[in-house]
T-cell receptor
Framework: EPEVTQTPSHQVTQMGQEVILRCVPISNHLYFYWYRQILGQKVEFLVS????????KSEIFDDRFSVERPDGSNFTLKIRSTKLEDSAMYFC????????????FGQGTRLTVV | GESVGLHLPTLSVQEGDNSIINCAYSNSASDYFIWYKQESGKGPQFIIDIRSNMDKRQGQRVTVLLNKTVKHLSLQIAATQPGDSAVYFC??????????FGAGTTVTVRA
């Protein structure tokens, strides 16, 4: 069964450093997303990406955040100048169609900023 | 403003009984709803979805009901099993490119 894969599973970084979270979406999907989940809270939308550009982003996705699809298989989330409050689980998701089709989620990357 | 929420944060159910998890939403323009299951340390796992032109949809041991009049969504799990213990989230497509998640209900199955 196809799945979304994310690496690393856990990332620890010093405050102020840059991190890159990596995702390999399902191969025939066209829409890609990043969500985050602070411990014990609900899943929050960060950004959606289609046709090599951002479709929508939330208020969380500020100037420190960026996404990229550097090749035909990877989808990355970069966070610059990390803050303590960036600590969360980050989930990548992909879907074959727009928002009214099933989005498949990866297992997540736990980001800890110290 | 739009919001998606769950009526109860926790639900304890006896193994073999049926479970009902409820969700309220406020955006009447939402046209697609999904239930996700999240086990500890894992990502959300799709359970079942429903579009706004339907009021009921059934899957394997699960049924989703949609009441657009009162903006209410529910997930029914038949014959609940220990493996059903998880956090359950409802989510709505409030915009073409994103899902809005509710707060989650933790389901604990008692043996």
């Amino acid at each position: 069964e196809p799945e979304v894969t994310q690496t690393p599973s856990h990332q620890v970084t010093q405050m102020g450093q840059e991190v890159i979270l990596r995702c390999v979406p399902i191969s025939n999907h066209l829409y890609f997303y990043w969500y985050r989940q602070i411990l014990g809270q609900k899943v929050e939308f960060l950004v959606s990406f289609y046709n090599n550009e951002i479709s929508e982003k939330s208020e969380i996705f500020d100037d420190r955040f960026s996404v990229e699809r550097p090749d035909g298989s990877n989808f990355t989330l970069k966070i610059r100048s990390t803050k303590l409050e960036d600590s969360a689980m980050y989930f990548c998701a992909s879907s074959a169609g727009q928002g009214n089709t099933e989005a498949f989620f990866g297992q997540g990357t736990r980001l800890t900023v110290v | 403003g739009e919001s998606v929420g769950l009526h109860l944060p926790t639900l304890s159910v006896q193994e073999g009984d049926n479970s009902i998890i409820n969700c309220a939403y406020s955006n009447s323009a939402s046209d697609y709803f999904i239930w996700y299951k999240q086990e500890s340390g894992k990502g959300p796992q799709f359970i079942i979805d429903i579009r706004s032109n339907m009021d009921k949809r059934q899957g394997q041991r699960v049924t989703v009901l949609l009441n657009k009049t009162v903006k209410h969504l529910s997930l029914q799990i038949a014959a609940t099993q220990p493996g059903d213990s998880a956090v359950y989230f409802c989510a709505e497509n409030s915009h073409d490119y994103k899902l809005s998640f509710g707060a989650g209900t933790t389901v604990t199955v008692r043996a």
